[in-house]
């Protein structure tokens, strides 16, 4: 049983970020000008024993392993920027491969388009994922490095592979089917390849992969998961969406379980308020002892299931931001590290409420609470479409 955590090669910076968004930018520049959006409200965050660290500095990569190490997370999985060829952020992860002394290590291809609303969904695109002919042989080769180097990840002895988006492939089962022959024939063992959930529901099967992994909190912008406790001094401009963090824990923990391959996955937290100021999604309500407690549950789960096969991926080791991070803050501490390996149980309500009890709602919660019935409303209404698709091309 093995835990792994999702970490993000920034903190650095490169011409394009310094092009696009100012001379010297880094996520750090985003978390340093966030603002609260509620009274209570956790921002800006500031890091911990760690500071605002350099990923160019090799020291802060051996402390940052030592960290991880201490507090029961085995390996990290670090994001792969490419794009048909041409490579973002690649000098931490250069560094990481280049030191065996250094934690346990393996790839998310993040290969969605980089566009200025963070997200891979705006028009503005900065850096396309276009899918040239052949680029899985590209792709390879600027894999091959990694996937033989000592300390590089395997499940079943072969080497982990994740695909952050899958489902944006052309053709994801033949994508699949030759990255696993040109593994075979570089000699590597094969491949295992995870598809992150970043779709709700998705089935690693039909395109060919071993097996999806829980990207939380995608999945859970649902009316049930609003939350609906009272908050003060809500911001006038705030329209973003207010979600609990006590509901998103339950949600998975207590998902039924998948006629595949699909390894549980945590959240310290999220909060993308650095990114989206007054429009962020914010999940109130994380605690270490939350976290715990969801940590040691989805661990048993997965021991239950897969023994010492099982893996435990966490969202994330350093997504400053989006509030999703392990590594020390000025507020916390150690404490949601420390919360790793503690772990209690899911409280068995997820109701939240206020210190008084109140269950006034703000316009925030009550614009949450229209965005997830508006969002459940167009799956329903797509799943609609796709049936009469099927029953038409059945009587045809």
């Known amino acids: 049983m093995r835990t792994i955590a999702f970490y ?5 910076p490169i011409p394009e970020n310094d092009q696009w968004w100012g001379e010297g930018f880094t996520e750090w520049t985003n978390v340093r000008r966030a603002r609260p959006q509620f009274d209570g409200h956790d921002q800006p965050r500031e890091p911990g024993e ?12 051996r402390r940052q392993s030592d960290l991880a190490r201490a507090h029961g997370v085995d390996a990290f999985c670090l994001y792969f920027y490419w794009f048909d060829g041409r490579r973002l952020l690649e000098r931490p992860v250069e560094a990481w491969r280049s030191d065996p002394e250094l934690l346990p290590y393996c790839l998310s291809w993040a290969n969605e388009s980089w566009t200025r609303r963070w997200d891979g969904k705006s028009r503005d695109v900065l850096m396309p994922q276009s899918y040239q002919a052949g680029f899985e042989e590209r792709l390879f080769a600027d894999l091959l ?16 592979l994740v695909v952050h988006r899958a489902d944006q492939l052309p053709d994801p ?6 990255l696993r022959r040109l593994a075979e024939d570089a000699g590597v063992g094969g491949l295992h390849l995870v598809a992150a959930e970043t779709k709700p529901g998705l089935d690693p099967r039909p395109m060919g992969f071993d097996a999806v992994v829980e990207f939380p ?17 809500v911001a006038r401009d ?6 609990s963090y006590e509901k998103l824990a339950r ?3 207590t998902r039924s379980g998948a006629p595949f391959v699909r390894y549980r996955g945590v959240t310290p937290g999220w909060d993308n308020t650095p990114r989206r100021q007054e429009r962020a999604t914010i999940y109130v309500g994380s605690t270490p002892e939350l976290f715990g407690a969801w940590a040691s549950r989805a661990r048993k789960a997965e021991e239950a299931q897969r023994g010492r096969d099982g893996l435990l991926f966490v969202n994330a080791w350093n997504e400053w931001a989006e509030g999703a991070y392990l590594e020390p803050d000025t507020r916390r501490g150690l404490a949601y590290l420390e919360a790793m390996t503690a772990g209690s149980s899911v409280p068995s309500s997820a109701r939240s ?11 925030p919660q009550l614009y949450s609470v229209m965005l997830a019935a508006l969002g459940s409303a167009l799956k329903s209404a797509r799943s609609v479409v796709r049936h009469v698709e099927r029953l038409r091309r059945g009587s045809a």
């Open 238 to 243: 705030f329209r973003g969406r207010l979600m």
């Open 145 to 160: 490095p990694h996937l033989r180097a000592p300390h590089y990840l395997r499940q079943h002895g072969a080497p982990v």
């Open 50 to 61: 760690l500071g605002h660290y350099s990923l160019t500095d090799h020291d802060v990569l």
């Open 173 to 178: 089962l033949g994508t699949t089917s030759l």
């Open 8 to 12: 993000l090669p920034q903190f650095h």
């Open 251 to 253: 949600t998975f923990a």
């Open 353 to 363: 409420r206020s210190a008084s009890g109140r269950r006034t709602w703000t316009r």
């Open 217 to 233: 909190p995608v999945g859970s912008n649902t009316i049930r998961n609003v939350h609906t406790a009272a908050l003060d001094g």
